[in-house]
């Protein structure tokens, strides 16, 4: 089984920056995707970012160029990068993770694809 937890969010202001941490354990398995997606109270779940087991990135439009995925492999780590944070970020973020080789961005709008979850961690972004 795979457990993964999420740490990282905050309160700050529009332009700020925050970086998301998702420590995963358990066999995560040497094909899979990553992926951060958030949600809004109200609001569908929204797929944020995606990543290949040995590279390849999507983003939602609405961050391209804001947010970063990465991963420390040695330590089982998922980070999200967000900087020029907006108020519309706000949301609770989840951590998840997908045992199959679909393409990155189809992933990004498919989140039922993706099968363990983190409990989320909590972003809110003041303007």
């Known amino acids: 089984q795979v457990q993964l937890v999420e740490s990282g969010g905050g309160s700050v202001q529009a332009g700020g920056s925050l970086r998301l941490s998702c420590a995963a354990s358990g066999d995560i398995g040497r094909v899979y995707r990553m992926g951060w997606f958030r949600q809004a109270p109200g609001k569908e779940r929204e797929g944020v970012a995606i990543s290949a087991t040995y590279g390849g990135t999507a983003y939602a439009d609405s961050v391209q160029g804001r947010f970063t995925i990465s991963q420390d492999n040695v330590r089982n780590i998922f980070y999200l990068q967000m900087n020029h944070l907006k108020p519309e970020d706000t949301a609770m ?19 039922q694809a993706f099968g363990n979850w983190g409990q989320g961690t909590q972003v809110t972004v003041s303007s």
């Open 93 to 111: 973020y989840y951590c998840a993770h997908s045992r199959t080789n679909l393409p990155v961005g189809v992933l990004l709008r498919n989140s």
